[in-house]
């Protein structure tokens, strides 16, 4: 982090968030107290920001300034309304292809899943504003500026953008090694969001369960898993070829 993608301060930051900056994450000194930090806290829980406990020395790295216990992470980019953003793409006339990613946890991933998305005209990719990756320097890097390019949005849950996406006409595909059927033998013709998972623990079973179906990849050596923004490109091409 730098002083262009921080704010200190708890006054600072509570003023931030009420604004409707786009943060991204907080971190809160343990064990502080006090009113005007219990308003932050609750504020936070509020609008459910990612926030993270830490001891005053990282607080101390994170910012040479006067932070009070309180130092914001600010994203770089503006993050779209996931309705207006499924409306207006349905409202174009063609087959929209959407992402979710469910709790990916990794930034260098998360960067190449958006540069791949980019690359294979996807309409918009969809995140949780808590548990995933948070949108920062590395993330740009790894998406070579298709950051500034994707529209991004922010949910409380992805089970919320599912149900969203299904009742728009919008077949849901869950990406994961748990079923028989191949991605070869799915239709991505049609209006369709691919669910990927986290890199450790795949799709949460809540989201499995209500998507529309569910596909893998063949995985002929031993190794049973691939990492997700190459499985995902996978996927975004199947689409591609599919649409071509």
């Known amino acids: 982090m730098n002083n262009q ?3 200190f301060g708890i006054r ?3 003023e931030a968030i009420q604004s409707g900056e786009s943060i991204d994450k907080v971190f809160l000194q343990k064990g502080l107290k006090g009113d005007l930090f219990s308003e932050l806290e609750s504020l936070i829980n509020k609008k459910s920001i990612n926030k993270s406990y830490v001891p005053n020395e990282k607080l101390n790295r994170l910012s040479k ?3 009070q216990g309180a130092v914001a992470q600010i994203s770089p980019i503006e ?3 996931m309705e207006t953003l499924v409306l207006n793409v349905m ?4 087959a929209p292809l959407f992402l979710l990613l469910d709790q990916l946890s990794d930034v260098r991933n998360f960067g190449a899943i958006i540069r791949t998305a980019e690359c ?3 309409d918009g990719i969809i995140i949780q504003k808590k548990g995933g990756a948070p949108v920062n320097g590395d993330t740009i890097k790894t998406s070579a500026g298709a ?3 994707m529209p991004i949005c922010k949910v409380d849950h992805i089970k919320d ?3 969203f996406m299904q009742a728009s006409g919008i077949k849901v595909i869950a990406a994961t090694e748990k079923t028989n059927n191949l991605l070869y033998d799915i239709s991505f013709k049609e209006p369709c969001a691919i669910v990927m998972g986290s890199e450790g623990r795949g799709i949460n079973p809540s989201i499995l369960k209500v998507s529309d179906t569910r596909a893998k990849l063949p995985l002929l050596g031993d190794i049973e898993s691939l990492n997700v923004s190459v499985a995902c490109g996978a996927f975004l091409y199947e689409a591609v070829r599919q649409r071509f």
């Open 5 to 7: 993608t921080q704010i």
């Open 12 to 14: 600072a930051i509570i």
């Open 65 to 67: 300034k006067n932070h």
């Open 79 to 81: 993050f779209h309304d």
């Open 91 to 94: 409202e174009s006339g063609r």
């Open 120 to 122: 294979t005209g996807v």
């Open 147 to 149: 950051v500034f390019k």
């Open 161 to 163: 953008a599912v149900f």
